[in-house]
């Protein structure tokens, strides 16, 4: 993902890549190739001491994400950091916690900017379905990849799955619905992905499919259904907002909305639109929302203003995730407030 920022900074308007940061060679080596003019630096202490930047982006794996941020948020620079903010509850509050109310740091939850995901949230914040009741995210996709020190096959290190990847998610049924979340019940398991696999003697223990519910406190409801060994599929993610009125729909990679009235349109009956967006410098690896999330982030940066995915966000999609990730383990139905009570070492009564 910092080759996947890079590339996307590279073709911004306004941007300049000036300096790079990775304590692994071969990565620096890789990212120098795509800026060979940025001052090249092996640890975040000597970049940050070193001065004259404007703005940072973190790709660093998940579990460097909370000390890093520390030092980061001390600088004051506005800061564009890879999903998820941290991979615990009690990290994200104490990043929180440090970088007090005013500070840019914007979490990179790029899939709310997808062109057609970002019709389906436009649609449902414009009334097109009335109420929403109803979210359903499905994600059939492929394996984990392979990424460097193998840090992202082993849950201590990622946060688990449903936190790793699914915070995407949460984050967008946190969005369009509006609404806290309050419950969530899951079910999961690591059934075919890494198992013969074998890292200084220890298989990966991530979950490759799993079921989650969540209930929100306007009385939504939210499902996720994820596969990660279902890459032979004709889209990787389809989003469905119902509402008293009717059902939007998104399909990814189709880049198709899909939305139906009722009392207007039946079962097979719906208008449908392919999304573009003409204004994307660089497709990548999400379909152009990277390059998306970039601009609105240099805008903010540029006018001074709040992050659009900031803490508050980041922490809230991570709290839905170690949530589920917790009904699975103990098998049951999960309060919010005991993750994020349980956080702060506060008990939670009953």
């Known amino acids: 993902m910092g080759v996947e920022h890079i590339n996307n900074l590279l073709v911004l308007d306004g941007v300049e890549v000036v300096a790079l940061c990775d304590p692994d060679p071969g990565s620096l080596d890789a990212a120098g190739t795509l800026a060979p003019s940025a001052v090249r630096f092996d640890d975040h202490h000597s970049l940050?001491?070193?001065?004259?930047?404007?703005?940072?982006?973190?790709?660093?794996?998940?579990?460097?994400?909370?000390?890093?941020l520390l030092d980061v948020v001390d600088t004051g620079l506005p800061a564009l950091v890879e999903k998820p903010l941290c991979t615990t509850v009690a990290d994200c509050q104490r990043v929180i916690e440090a970088a007090g109310g005013d500070a840019m740091v914007w979490v990179g939850l790029e899939y709310r900017y997808m062109p057609a995901i970002a019709g389906l949230i436009d649609s449902v914040a414009a009334g097109t379905v009335?109420?929403?009741?109803?979210?359903?995210?499905?994600?059939?996709?492929?394996?984990?990849?392979?990424?460097?020190?193998?840090?992202n096959r082993f849950s201590e290190n990622t946060g688990g799955t449903l936190v790793e990847k699914c915070c995407h998610f949460f984050d967008l049924m946190n969005l369009i619905t509006g609404a806290t979340p309050v419950r969530v019940m899951a079910s999961g398991a690591q059934d075919v992905n890494h198992l013969d696999e074998e890292y200084d003697g220890q298989v990966p223990d991530i979950i490759d499919?799993?079921?989650?519910?969540?209930?929100?406190d306007s009385g939504a409801r939210g499902m996720l259904d994820l596969c990660m060994f279902a890459e032979a599929t004709r889209n990787q993610e389809e989003v469905s907002v119902v509402g008293d009125m009717g059902k939007v729909e998104a399909f990814v990679p189709e880049s198709v909305l899909r939305t139906g009235i009722r009392g207007r349109d039946q079962i097979g009956d719906v208008q449908e639109v392919h999304v573009q967006n003409p204004g994307i410098g660089y497709q990548g690896l999400h379909h152009g929302s990277s390059y998306l999330e970039h601009t609105r982030f240099r805008d903010a940066v540029l006018a001074g203003t709040g992050p659009e995915s900031g803490l508050n966000e980041g922490l809230?999609?991570?709290a839905v995730g170690a949530a589920a990730q917790l009904s699975i383990q103990e098998n049951r139905i999960v309060d919010i407030n005991e993750v994020m009570m349980s956080a702060r070492g506060e008990t939670v009564d009953g």
């Open 48 to 68: 940050l001491a070193a001065g004259g930047l404007d703005a940072l982006v973190v790709a660093t794996p998940n579990m460097t994400h909370a000390d890093l």
């Open 130 to 151: 009335g109420p929403v009741r109803m979210v359903a995210i499905r994600e059939h996709r492929f394996p984990f990849l392979e990424k460097v020190g193998d840090w």
């Open 209 to 216: 499919n799993a079921y989650v519910i969540v209930d929100f």
């Open 316 to 318: 809230w999609s991570v």
